[in-house]
């Protein structure tokens, strides 16, 4: 098992920035692919982006493409999220998920954290 656990969530003004950390424990963090999900309310979840173990390999929605940056750092356990020039429509509950490849987080990722909330107020 892996426990995935949100933090850096909170309410921003329009233009402004956060960063959102995902902290994991449980099975060897660097074995695992990494990524981060999106869910507004009646909205279904979305993908927003992924991080390959090596972080060779990375990829994001065309929604957040120059605004929002992903990166991990093996020796803490730990992906981030780091949202700049926040637009209101990115107003969701932020997920962090886990599975063993990009390919199989963009899809149905084995393992989720329990979600931070971002607000962006206009």
């Known amino acids: 098992q892996v426990q995935l656990v949100e933090s850096g969530g909170g309410l921003v003004q329009a233009g402004g920035s956060l960063r959102l950390s995902c902290a994991a424990s449980g099975r060897t963090f660097s074995n695992y692919a990494m990524g981060w999900f999106r869910q507004a309310p009646g909205k279904e979840r979305e993908f927003v982006s992924a991080?390959?173990?090596?972080?060779?390999?990375?990829e994001y929605a065309d929604s957040v493409k120059g605004r929002f940056t992903i990166s991990r750092d093996n020796a803490k356990n730990t992906v981030y999220l780091q949202m700049n020039n926040l637009k209101p429509e990115d107003t969701a509950v932020y997920y962090c998920?886990?599975?063993?490849?990009?390919?199989?987080?963009?899809?149905?990722?084995?393992?989720w954290g329990q979600g931070t909330q971002v607000t962006v107020s206009s």
């Open positions: 991080i390959s173990r090596t972080s060779g390999h990375i």
């Open positions: 998920a886990a599975d063993a490849g990009v390919a199989r987080v963009r899809g149905t990722p084995g393992y």
